[in-house]
């Protein structure tokens, strides 16, 4: 089968739109002095002109205000917004919201689309996804142990969670929880939307971590606490114990804008990186001309293409064969995402030295960013494993004690294969 990532010449006019925009006015977001007021002003303006450029919320269906855009091309655009992390916020692209949007609108009911989903699109409301339970090793979702028990019309929740991304300032969450304790470990969790105001609802903190100045004005990850919540019946989100379905229905394309996004980090450290060797003398040459320094920029280069071609082909498998076609394409491009995105970061901050270091460049908010990014979605270890099994699972182990590669048995078995030949030869000689 032919593999063709190739888009319309309308299409890539988009996405040069989008690439000065992004340059000429998300970057200064960055580095803006304004108090939360001001820059969501500036940022309202800046998703206007998105929005009259239609390209608004494109990961979502035409009659939702999207584009109907398949995965190469929602992938496409990530990587120009992941080179700022303002950008995805712009173009109403941001997690956990595009994710949560995603779920609302291939789950939720008429119901729940009309008060959760239309205003998140809109804007006017934000929101979390609470998963992830301090208790609980996070690579093992089968552990969760948050609990909603159904008592009348209403679920009673009870559970703590944290890492609930924007769950401080989100209207309403996402929670993954225990509705059939008895049930198979993948039949076990549900998706119910809780109320931000919802009594019981305790959000105790924003978790302090690596992550940098983007977090200011409440974002981050939060600490929340689950105290007999109650919540109509009406609130759970698909089917009763399909939790995990619509978890990985969720998490299957965010992958791929995770890694299109890191990709699109990458690639703006690599910028810096070969500006400064081009710039910067050492030893009475440009550090361009040093060998070692050569090396890190091909070696860069090598793999952010691997990264984006693997990237891609996960795309492009989604689009025409579905997620669950992709699953090992998916946990490949994760890990090795990953670490691609620390590489190219942690070479572009030894080229610049102390500067590279310091707060006075990007690149020490990006490594530290980048640490995460082997922690999200699942360990880097978890997917390793998962296309490891993947792979085996096509293979069968030779019989007897030799491998089938063994050249003693090969040159055995050609010379019973060939032996009326090779004696009809002797005997014509």
Known sequence: M???FSTEPEFEAKLE??????????????VLDADEAGFMRIVRSLQAEVKRQQLWATHLPPDLGGQGYGQVKLGLMHEIEGASVWAPIVF???APDSGNSEVLAQFGTPAQKERWLHPLLDGRIRSAF???EPDNAGSDPTLLSTTAVLKGDEWVINGHKWFTSNGMIADFLIA????????????????????????GLRKIRNIPTMAGEHERFGYGHAEILYEDVRVPSDNLLGKRGAGFLIAQARLGPGRIHHCMRWLGQARRAFDMLCERALQREAFGKKLASHETVQNWIADSAAEMQAARLMTLHAAWIIDTQGAAAARREISLIKFFGARVLHDVIDRAIQVHGSLGYAADLPLEEMYRHARAARMYDGPDEVHR???ARQILAGYQAPEGMWPREHVPTRREAAQRKFAALLEAATTDV
């Not at 739109?17 to 992004?22: D, I, L, N, S």
């Not at 993954?176 to 009594?199: H, K, Q």
């Open 130 to 132: 609470s998963m992830t």
């Open 385 to 387: 494993v998962s296309v």
């Open 17 to 30: 739109w989008m690439r000065g925009f992004v340059r000429d006015e998300v970057y200064p977001l960055e």
């Open 92 to 94: 109403g692209n941001q």
């Open 2 to 4: 032919t593999w063709d």
């Open 176 to 199: 993954m929880v225990v509705t059939d304790p008895e049930a198979g470990p993948y039949e076990r969790a549900s998706m119910i939307i809780v109320p931000a105001d919802a009594p």
